[in-house]
C-alpha cells in the first residue's frame, strides 16, 4: 500500500459531498424524445448532490466526500408518463486514508429498485420533514437521493469515530418511513424484499450487528490509518475483526449489511490477506469462505 501524507483541516464552509454523476439513457429510444432532457437530468442531479445541506457541520473544500452515481435508464413512460423512469443507481464513495495516497471505499452497491419521474422545468428538492413531496414518482428521486447522501455521510462518520455515523443513519431511516409510496414505487417496505433500502438502514442500526459498525470503526481508523507507521499491527488488527464479522454472519444468515460491507471492502481484505504470512491465512479464510461466497475463488487462491 503506498503511503503519503493528507492534511486534515479544520471544517470549513463547503458542503459536503464532491458527487460526481452520470445519466447513461442508450435504452430509452422513440420517437420525441429530446436528449437535451437527460443531460438536464445529469446537470440538476449534480447540482443537488452537490449544493444541498446535509449535516449542520462545516467542511472545508478538501474534506469532501467523493462519491459517483451512476443512473442507467432502462426504461420509460411508466404508469403512461411520459416523464417517468426506470433505472438501477450505481452509487461508490471514498475516504482518504491517514498519511497516505490511497483511498478506500465507503460504499460501493448497486440499487436496481430505482423508478421517478423527472421534469426538466422542475427543480430538485428535497425536506426531511417531508420526504415524499406531493407526488409519489417525482419524490422518489429526491428521496432515493437523500437516502443514499446520508448512508455515505453515515459510513463517513463511523469510520472516524465510533457510531459516529447514527445521526445520519436516523436521517436515512427517517426518509424510509417517510418514502412516497404509489404505483411504480418500490425499495422501501420491509415486505417488498429482504434486501432492499429498508433492510440495510434497518441492520445498521439494529443492536445485532451493531459488531459490524465496530469492525467498520477499527479497520478504519484503527487499522488502515495506521499502516503508514505499523503495517504489520494495523493489518492484523483488520484481519482479526473477521472473526467478528463471521459471528454476526452465523446469528444473522445472508443479511444484506453483511453483503452491503463486503461489497466494499472485499477487494482490500483480499489485499490485506495476500501480505499477510502464509502460514496465517488459512484461519482467515476459512472464514471469508462463509461470510463472502461471491469471492470464495480469490479467497482460496491466497491459501
Not at 443507481?89 to 465507503?106: C, E, G
Not at 437516502?147 to 459510513?155: M, P, Q
Not at 472516524?160 to 422501501?188: E, H, R
Request: with cysteine; proline share 4%.
Amino acid at each position: 500500500m503506498v503511503l503519503f501524507s493528507i492534511a486534515f483541516s479544520l471544517r470549513g464552509s463547503a458542503q459536503e459531498l464532491n458527487c460526481v454523476v452520470t445519466v447513461l439513457h442508450d435504452k430509452i429510444t422513440g420517437t420525441g424524445i429530446d436528449p437535451q432532457v437527460f443531460s438536464t437530468m445529469q446537470k440538476s442531479i449534480t447540482e443537488f448532490m452537490n449544493s444541498h445541506k446535509w449535516t449542520s457541520d462545516e467542511f472545508a473544500a478538501s474534506e469532501k466526500i467523493d462519491c459517483n452515481i451512476l443512473i442507467n435508464l432502462t426504461g420509460n413512460n411508466i404508469n403512461s408518463d411520459p416523464d417517468s423512469y426506470n433505472a438501477t443507481l450505481s452509487i461508490q464513495a471514498t475516504r482518504p486514508v491517514y498519511n497516505s495516497t490511497y483511498t478506500t471505499k465507503l460504499i460501493d452497491f448497486v440499487d436496481k429498485d430505482v423508478s421517478f419521474k423527472f421534469s426538466p422545468f422542475t427543480p430538485i428538492h428535497f425536506d426531511d420533514n417531508q420526504a415524499s413531496g406531493s407526488d409519489p414518482m417525482s419524490g422518489n428521486l429526491t428521496a432515493i437521493l437523500a437516502y443514499y447522501s446520508y448512508i455515505v455521510l453515515a459510513l463517513d462518520y463511523d469510520s472516524f469515530s465510533p457510531n459516529g455515523g447514527s445521526t445520519y443513519l436516523k436521517k436515512a431511516q427517517n426518509v424510509v418511513n417517510n418514502a412516497p409510496d404509489g404505483k411504480g414505487v418500490t425499495g422501501w417496505k420491509n415486505v417488498e424484499s429482504t434486501h432492499n433500502r429498508y433492510w440495510i438502514v434497518d441492520q445498521m442500526l439494529n443492536t445485532r450487528f451493531s459488531d459490524i459498525r465496530k469492525v467498520w470503526y477499527s479497520m478504519h481508523r484503527e487499522g488502515l490509518d495506521s499502516m503508514y507507521a505499523k503495517p504489520a499491527e494495523a493489518r492484523t488488527r483488520i484481519l482479526s475483526n473477521i472473526r467478528k464479522l463471521y459471528d454476526v454472519n452465523r446469528e444473522n444468515p445472508s443479511s444484506v449489511y453483511i453483503q452491503f460491507f463486503f461489497n466494499a471492502k472485499s477487494d482490500e481484505i483480499i489485499h490485506l490477506l495476500a501480505q499477510a504470512p502464509k502460514n496465517e491465512r488459512s484461519q482467515y479464510i476459512t472464514l471469508l469462505d462463509a461470510l463472502d461466497v461471491p469471492n470464495l475463488a480469490k479467497y482460496n487462491a491466497l491459501r
